[in-house]
């Protein structure tokens, strides 16, 4: 082996680095160092629209419109084409039915069926069977094929749902009411009998 063989291993000899020569070497400005301040800490980020600290575009510009968006419900829709399929003549349809029939999606912690959203039937489809509907929220096309197929909807008042309809008493007209009660009463008739007999007695 020769002296002029000898050689540095790969790697063992670096250039320099050449800091603060430009911003076209790569290593101007800070010199690799990086920023100062905010943009030198961690978590050291801005918002999307953040316009440093003053008044940022989105508040600046004044509201206009309203939106009920937060008050939006939402439903699980149920066709009345869907109920055709899994339902047999004379079947009650609530949301125990509709769950067991995998047509609606429910919770069972607690034992009992509950549905993760209302559920709302609509119309859409043909009705042939004759079936009892306990849901509150049924569009009008639905119930109008459901009575027309013989079936039962319930009326709803308010939040609860109650059974069908029933029919208003008669209201009796006022002559009615009038010949019902007596003309004068038992007791008036008497106090005013009795100052009458002893006014014929003092004159006997």
Known sequence: MHDFNLRAPEGANK???????????GRGTTS?????GQQARSGGKTYVGFEGGQM??????????????????????VNLSDIEKRFNDGETVDETTLYDKRLIKASTKSGTVKATLPVKILGNGVL????VFNIKAIS?????????????????????VVGPKAAKPAVKPAAAKAAEKPAVKPAAAEAAAKPAAEEAEKTE
């Open 56 to 77: 940022p575009l989105y508040r600046r510009l004044p509201y206009r419109g309203f939106s009920n968006i937060r008050f939006k419900k939402y439903f699980q829709i």
């Open 140 to 160: 009008a096309s639905a119930r109008e094929k459901i009575t027309k197929a013989g079936g039962q909807v319930p009326v709803v008042t308010g939040a609860t």
């Open 15 to 25: 250039k320099k680095k050449v800091l603060g020569r430009g911003t076209a070497s």
């Open 128 to 131: 042939s069977k004759k079936l």
């Open 32 to 36: 690799g160092k990086g920023n100062k």
